[in-house]
């Protein structure tokens, strides 16, 4: 029985998604921080003053602060540059804590992006200086995040060494905020052994720190203390707690607590055959987490453009200061030659300047213009990556979204088979509808013309090489092994076996006339 509950709770997360996913995507725009320009452009101006200043410390803390905007918004790449920024001015200050925030910082970015091993490096070396110092706090908070690295990759023994090192230290220095963090890790720790009992018992010690506090932290601890409730099959307790964590999360506008609480609530639901109610807690979980994953989305992309814009102005000032430079220097030229004209009389040496000067600028000239040209093509190549790896998560979408349908498909008609249960009819029936949504071509035409915007000549130039005419089969394995897909992953896209790949593979070289030594892959990609 419990596991038909976990095959409802599936069906229902499926049918909510796919209820959503139909609608107009234009409405995220919605979700965009209005604030985030002026934050960029705010933070951008303190780091120019700060350069103007030149005082290499308060550079360093500027280039922090911009790293952390990057940071919060997901956008990694520029974040990391301006931490490292930050690093190479502070090692001008051996002594200066900012050093032991900016590594922790550094780890954190390779934290989110699952990169262990070497947010691992940056914490030891964040705990390596804080001993050196003798900074008790910077050493608690490295361990801390050394801890998550260890828990992240399953190692529990190290990662409660580390953490309860680092409680340790946070109880030396009386610092609440430390404790109560490193508490509820211990105690996720030990939820993630399954150890209830002593995750429950850290949970609470944690949320004393934060109790009536009425922000992110209390909430996160309390939907942690439900869903161990619910994992204990204390239901009561669980929906109370979790209930509480979204009250807070609602008041405090916490769109992830809120999801995460619906969510729980949900499952908790479900344990108990109130059907009815996980359901609604779940459309209200994938509503917000959608509201979310839009928002991140558009708030990246906004942070993108606008400092592709800030940089595109900037390169235009830079230009116009060139070009004010070479009209500088074509009169000052101009003037060279009539002095020289009336000054023939001063002799060879001082001709020979002259001209030594007009070379001069005239390779200014055309540096001015080579740097024009090189910001140009930077531009386009920013623009080309940015809609392939748009392109490439859209095609890692589709392979999903059909792998799960496929599967919930199996999984329901093997329920609808069994001839003692009441929802034989209405389960065949879904069955259908799933089937029916498999077969449009929808998905496919926004494929199509997401591939045509990055490759536009592509399938043109594959149709004209091939005497007989290619199948749309034949056209779609040819775009999806132009994306560099593996077999495995276009055969999950297309629904069909790895086998029948192969075989689609094969016709299609012979239909391109390819000889044996020449690879499929690299003939159309030189397309």
Same mark, same amino acid.
């Given at each position: 029985m ?12 499926i049918?909510?998604?796919l209820?959503t996913?139909?609608?107009d995507?234009? #409405?995220s ?5 209005k604030?985030?320009d ?5 933070y ?12 290499a ?12 905007f990057?940071?919060?918004?997901g956008?990694?790449?520029?974040a990391?540059? @301006?931490f490292?920024?930050?690093? *190479?001015?502070?090692?001008r200050f051996?002594?200066d804590?900012?050093? *032991? ?7 954190r ?11 691992m490096?940056y ?6 200086k804080? =001993?050196k110092?003798?900074?008790? #706090?910077?050493q608690?908070i490295s ?7 260890f828990?992240k ?10 953490q309860?090192e680092?409680l340790?230290q ?6 609440i905020?430390?404790l ?12 993630d052994?399954e150890?209830y009992?002593?995750a429950k018992?850290?949970?609470?010690v944690?949320?004393d ?6 922000n ?25 707690y /979790?209930?509480k964590?979204?009250?807070i999360?609602?008041k405090i506008?916490d769109n992830?607590?809120v999801?995460?609480?619906y =969510? ?5 639901? &479900?344990?108990?055959?109130?059907y009815?109610k996980?359901?609604? @807690? ?5 509503? *917000? ?8 989305n558009t ?6 453009? /606008? &400092? ?5 102005k900037e390169?235009?000032?830079?230009l116009l200061?060139?070009?004010?430079k ?6 000052n ?24 000067k ?6 200014l000239?055309?540096k001015?213009?080579?740097?024009k040209k090189?910001?140009?093509e930077?531009?386009l190549q920013?623009?080309? @990556? ?5 392109l490439?998560k859209?095609s890692l @979408?589709?392979?999903q979204k059909?792998?799960?349908l ?8 093997n329920?609808a088979?069994?001839k ?6 209405k ?8 089937n ?12 199509i013309?997401f ?5 536009p ?18 056209l #779609? ?12 992953e ?6 069909v ?5 192969r075989v689609? #593979? ?8 390819l000889?044996?030594?020449e690879?499929l ?6 397309l």
């Amino acid at each position: 029985m419990r596991l038909s509950f976990r095959f409802f709770l599936i069906f229902l997360n499926i049918g909510f998604f796919l209820q959503t996913f139909g609608q107009d995507q234009d #409405r995220s725009t919605a979700f965009a921080n209005k604030e985030l320009d002026s934050t960029f452009f705010l933070y951008k101006k303190q780091l120019k003053l700060a350069q103007i200043d030149s005082r290499a410390i308060i550079i360093a803390r500027k280039h922090w602060v911009l790293g952390k905007f990057y940071f919060n918004v997901g956008v990694f790449s520029e974040a990391m540059g @301006h931490f490292n920024k930050a690093l *190479i001015l502070l090692d001008r200050f051996p002594k200066d804590t900012l050093q *032991i925030t900016v590594k922790n910082s550094m780890g954190r970015v390779a934290l989110s992006l699952k990169n262990y091993n070497q947010a691992m490096s940056y914490f030891v070396e964040a705990i390596k200086k804080s =001993k050196k110092m003798g900074y008790i #706090r910077g050493q608690a908070i490295s361990k801390g995040f050394l801890g998550t690295c260890f828990e992240k990759k399953g190692e529990y023994a190290e990662a409660l060494k580390y953490q309860n090192e680092s409680l340790e230290q946070f109880q030396l220095i009386h610092d609440i905020e430390g404790l109560s963090l490193v508490n509820e890790n211990i105690g996720s720790i030990y939820e993630d052994q399954e150890n209830y009992a002593l995750a429950k018992e850290y949970f609470i010690v944690a949320y004393d720190y934060v109790k009536d506090s009425n922000n992110a932290d209390e909430a996160n601890i309390l939907n942690n203390l439900g869903d161990v409730h619910r994992k204990k099959g204390d239901y009561e307790n669980g929906l109370f707690y /979790t209930e509480k964590a979204l009250a807070i999360a609602k008041k405090i506008k916490d769109n992830h607590q809120v999801e995460s609480a619906y =969510k729980d609530l949900s499952k908790t639901y &479900v344990l108990l055959g109130d059907y009815k109610k996980a359901f609604s @807690h779940l459309k209200e979980s994938e509503k *917000i987490n959608e509201e979310i994953f839009y928002a991140q989305n558009t708030n990246q992309l906004n942070v993108l453009q /606008t &400092v592709y814009n800030t940089n595109k102005k900037e390169a235009t000032i830079k230009l116009l200061e060139q070009e004010s430079k070479v009209r500088s220097a074509r009169q000052n030229l101009l003037l060279v030659i009539v002095c020289s004209l009336l000054a023939v009389l001063g002799g060879v040496f001082v001709f020979v300047r002259k001209k030594r000067k007009i070379q001069e600028y005239r390779q200014l000239i055309l540096k001015a213009e080579l740097e024009k040209k090189e910001i140009e093509e930077e531009n386009l190549q920013k623009e080309i @990556h940015l809609k392939t790896a748009a392109l490439s998560k859209y095609s890692l @979408h589709l392979s999903q979204k059909n792998k799960i349908l496929s599967d919930l498909s199996a999984t329901l008609t093997n329920l609808a088979d069994r001839k003692n249960m009441n929802t034989s009819e209405k389960l065949k029936g879904l069955v259908k509808e799933i089937n029916f949504d498999l077969k449009q071509d929808k998905v496919w035409d926004e494929f199509i013309y997401f591939f045509g915007d990055i490759h536009p000549n592509f399938i043109k130039n594959l149709s004209a090489l091939s005497k007989d005419n290619l199948s749309p089969a034949e056209l #779609r394995l040819g775009m999806l092994l132009r994306l560099n897909l593996s077999s495995k992953e276009i055969a999950s896209i297309l629904r069909v076996t790895p086998d029948s790949i192969r075989v689609a #593979r094969h016709r299609l070289r012979k239909k391109l006339n390819l000889n044996q030594k020449e690879e499929l892959i690299t003939f159309l990609i030189a397309l």
